[in-house]
């Protein structure tokens, strides 16, 4: 938890970003077939005037920052932020696919987007998120281990 909290505290004071909304906080089964620790999830709502390429540059530095070591895919790691949405913007090169191309299969995603905005639509799928929660199939959340942090 102490990850999630100095993420946000860092996101906050990246240049052109402000943390909007916060999930809540849950713990998930760890995705992946490598045997770990259980993880935290949680999503938050940002404003940025950077453009995604850019926010994208800012949040792994900003997880460098933080702690994060070099993993293995789907592997332990300290703090992973990824960009899920960028409003309606669709884009895909080497590094940034947005939306994320699995959102819709990860509850552990959805379920904290949901506590947002379960009504967004996925600019692709073109289905709220809460539709797509219900057809996700997926059942890594644990439980719910705090509220909205912000």
Known sequence: MNFIRTALYEINNCKSCRVEQTACVYETKPYGNIPQQNFYNSVVLVTTKLSAKDLLTCLKELEVKIGRTVSQLWGP???????LFYDNFIYSDEQL????????LRDFVLQPIADINAEFIHPVLNKTISALLKESGSDNILNKVAGKIL
């Open 97 to 104: 696919t947005v939306p994320h191309k699995e959102v819709h």
């Open 77 to 83: 790691r300290e703090i992973d932020i990824d960009i």
